[in-house]
């Protein structure tokens, strides 16, 4: 992900868009700041395969209210695979997060938040 970049044009395109996709507009589709690297977080889930409920980081406890999962993984030919489940997470206080989870380590981490 620190290597994606894309542009597009903004102007025109709020009207026809769902509640959701303008949310995600507004918030953008990455963090507008990444940290290099990502921090540790402490989880907590429902279960193995759900999405986070809440997350400890910053000496805070962050309850999700809602989450837009994405997996990402980097091609063979690079030479630090990576495979991560993404989630860029609202929470209780309005912000946005960007977390992954690290499928072959299991570790999670906060990657980026969005302004």
Not at 28 to 39: N, V
Not at 55 to 70: D, G
Not at 107 to 112: E, L, P
Request: proline share 10%.
């Amino acid at each position: 992900p620190e290597l994606a970049v894309s542009y597009k044009p903004r102007a025109g395109c709020e009207s026809s868009m769902t509640p959701d996709a303008q949310s995600a507009s507004r918030f953008g589709l990455r963090p507008t700041h990444l940290f290099s690297p990502p921090e540790p977080i402490e989880v907590s889930m429902d279960g193995p395969e759900e999405a986070p409920k809440s997350f400890w980081w910053n000496h805070c406890e962050h309850h999700v209210i809602r989450s837009w999962p994405e997996r990402i993984a980097t091609g063979w030919w690079r030479e630090l695979p990576a495979r991560r489940d993404y989630f860029r997470v609202e929470v209780q206080t309005g912000h946005h997060f960007w977390i992954f989870h690290r499928l072959d380590e299991r570790g999670w981490f906060i990657h980026g938040v969005f302004d």
